[in-house]
């Protein structure tokens, strides 16, 4: 840098690159806080060279020297209004303020009732997108994916049956055991079969198969949907003309309303006879009691409890799928919604479930 005929004009000369940053920084410092600075002279320039002119200058200045220095090529001009402009941003950044921890803590909660506010109103969009496939296919038998329906009733059915009919049946003798325990002081232990058999039926049944399909079934529809995202084989069903909803939705929806109602009357059944045989063995119960006991149970106990299932399944079954859609791409990101659609469809199912205990309470069914 120098001075132009004596006056206080300066000139900037030679390279104004980044393999002289050291050199042009001592300049810049000795120079610092001048109005005006002439560029004619300046060979070459990169962003390092533009980030010392605008220190020496101020951004506003440089970028009013940009606008009016004719000397300058439109290249340059560019390259200085680009620097000026990233120079602003960076002046512009929001500072973090001081916060407190209940700020914190109020922040947080916001931050989750919003989130489940918008995961709400997207499983509400997903669950109509749905109804509106299964309305347009239900017309058109051609389309129905008949083979991928019976391989996914083999997979949440079939193979779900001995873990839910083996864990309802140990359920079956805890909650007779129980029974057993808390009555015997009344006297009334006998009524240990009538505790069995309306739990299980009006609600241990079907809450027990739903919870055992939620975890097992949900999850591996998040993550086969979810894999199939991250290998682009959704993208491929799409270019091919293919409605991803139509082919891996409804076949997993249809396959667990079927599958979980005849889960929940397996897990009801074993149930029943674990309790049943806790009451034989343990409280010398007749067989021939029990099984009157089990057969005068109302009809609308069982109805009360079967007609859950079907809206279970396909709570769970859209939740499970929704999930494998919202996988963005990674295989951390596989194991992130895998988690998520467990635990939605496990909350879910026993909040309906309560819902569904307080409704028929009132009604008196």
Not at 147 to 170: D, E, K, R, Y
Not at 257 to 267: K, N, Q, R, S, Y
């Amino acid at each position: 840098m120098q001075r132009v005929d004596g006056e206080e004009r300066l000139a900037a000369a030679g390279d104004w690159t980044l393999a002289h940053y050291a050199t042009l920084c001592r300049e810049v410092e000795r120079w610092r806080g001048a109005e005006t600075l002439e560029l004619a002279q300046v060979q070459r320039l990169d962003t390092a060279g533009v980030v010392l002119l605008a220190r020496l200058l101020g951004v506003a200045q440089l970028r009013a020297l940009a606008a009016s220095d004719t000397s300058l090529s439109d290249e340059r001009r560019a390259l200085l209004r680009m620097v000026c402009d990233a120079l602003d941003k960076a002046e512009q950044q929001p500072v973090r303020q001081q916060t407190t921890l209940l700020g914190d803590g109020l922040a947080g909660i916001g931050q989750a009732v919003q989130l489940n506010l918008q995961n709400l109103v997207g499983l509400l969009g997903f669950i109509g997108l749905t109804l509106t496939v299964a309305a347009r296919v239900a017309l058109r038998p051609g389309r129905w994916r008949v083979n991928a329906l019976m391989s996914q009733i083999q997979n949440t059915g079939l193979n779900a049956l001995p873990i839910v009919a083996l864990l309802t049946f140990m359920i079956g003798a805890v909650v007779a055991f129980l029974g057993a325990t808390v009555l015997d002081a009344f006297g009334a232990s006998v009524y240990t079969v009538d505790l069995v058999a309306y739990s299980f039926m009006r609600e241990f049944g079907v809450l027990l198969a739903a919870i055992l399909v939620a975890g097992r079934t949900a999850s591996a529809f998040t993550a086969q949907i979810g894999s199939m995202k991250v290998n682009e084989e959704i993208d491929a069903l799409r270019v091919q003309g293919f409605d991803p909803a139509e082919w891996l939705v409804l076949p997993r929806v249809l396959a667990l309303l079927i599958t979980l109602p005849l889960l929940a009357f397996v897990g009801l059944l074993s149930g029943l006879v674990g309790g049943g045989l806790v009451a034989l063995l343990s409280l010398e119960i007749p067989l021939g009691r029990i099984m009157a006991i089990y057969r005068d149970v109302p009809l609308q106990h069982f109805l009360v409890g079967m007609g859950k299932a079907p809206v279970f399944a396909f709570l769970i079954a859209v939740i499970g799928c929704r999930e494998g859609f919202r996988v963005s791409g990674s295989a951390e990101s596989v194991g992130q919604h895998t988690t998520s659609s467990v635990v939605q469809s496990i909350f879910v199912v026993i909040l309906v479930d309560a819902l569904a205990a307080l409704f028929f309470m009132e009604m008196g069914w």
